[in-house]
């Protein structure tokens, strides 16, 4: 009878239910590596399918590859078929797995950040045999664009950077102003204590004067000018929303000439109704 029928159904059901959850939504594996510093490094590796790109995804400063953005994006490139690598980067600490807050003593420095990228790049391409597209989200756009001045982007097809922002603005950010005077002042009188300084929208980020500027260098002319020099490789994705990323910084973008797609709508970090958009933006400079 009909019970009989329910029964023989119901295992089969759940068998469905079971391969159905397995197959949607994208599987990471988590890669373990050394930093140069001797830190243990951490990343999701998505494994694609044969003949799509390699693609290296690095998120914003003080973020995680879980900051949903990265981790949103990660996942629907993979279920295009591409291969996609999202490290965290150390920061300084042993398997990092949260943010870290502004208000953190800060022992990293931006060319740590950059030192793990070489790391990662390295085996991502030996390990897919190609070389790599990097693509950042806000300020981890600046680690890739530093990473490709210094290795002539040798491995790199493609780099795309999104909400592609400067860390300091000091010309019109007199707080910002006044936490670089500070900062050169402890330098040249070799004071390499901890202090408090003003960093992009961190207003209190105690580090050292060396590590602040490090970071407070990446100003908008550092930042067009390393972009420029890359122009016919870059392309950069902007949300007309982006309340960080001001008109006089899209306009100058466009006067050297790099490549911008702008998404009606956006913001800094793609919410809910943008996701979409944005991995269809990316996908579309994937397969130019």
């Not at 510093?37 to 693609?55: L, R």
């Not at 994006?73 to 690598?85: C, F, I, N, R």
């Not at 420095?109 to 190609?130: H, M, S």
């Not at 004071?191 to 004067?209: E, K, M, R, V, W």
Request: some cysteine; charged content about 25%; hydrophobic content about 40%.
């Amino acid at each position: 009878g009909l019970g009989d029928v329910y029964k023989r159904q119901v295992p089969r059901l759940l068998t469905g239910f079971i391969l159905l959850f397995a197959f949607s939504g994208s599987y990471a594996e988590i890669i373990e590596l050394n930093s140069p510093d001797d830190k243990t490094i951490q990343a999701e590796f998505f494994q694609g399918e044969p003949g799509y790109k390699a693609i290296l995804l690095l998120h914003g400063f003080l973020q995680t590859n879980q900051f949903h953005t990265v981790k949103r994006l990660a996942e629907a490139l993979h279920d295009s078929g591409y291969t996609v690598l999202t490290p965290t980067l150390s920061l300084g600490l042993d398997k990092r797995i949260q943010s870290l807050p502004c208000e953190a003593i800060h022992t990293h420095n931006f060319e740590n950040d950059r030192a793990e990228i070489d790391v990662w790049v390295d085996w991502l391409t030996e390990k897919t045999g190609k070389n790599v597209t990097l693509v950042g989200h806000s300020a981890g756009s600046l680690t890739l664009l530093e990473y490709m001045r210094i290795n002539q982007a040798e491995k790199v097809d493609l780099g795309i950077l999104i909400s592609m922002a400067y860390l300091s603005d000091s010309e019109n950010n007199s707080m910002e102003k006044q936490s670089e005077a500070k900062a050169r002042q402890a330098i040249a009188s070799g004071d390499s204590g901890i202090s408090n300084y003003h960093l992009a929208f961190c207003q209190t980020y105690p580090t050292t004067a060396k590590n602040f500027m490090s970071y407070h260098e990446w100003n908008p002319k550092k930042l067009l000018t390393l972009t420029s020099q890359f122009s016919d490789k870059v392309n950069v994705i902007i949300g007309t929303e982006d309340v960080r990323l001001k008109q006089i910084w899209r306009d100058r973008l466009e006067r050297e000439n790099i490549p911008v797609t702008y998404i009606p709508g956006a913001n800094h970090f793609f919410d809910q109704a943008h996701e979409f958009d944005l991995s269809e933006a990316v996908e579309k400079l994937l397969d130019s």
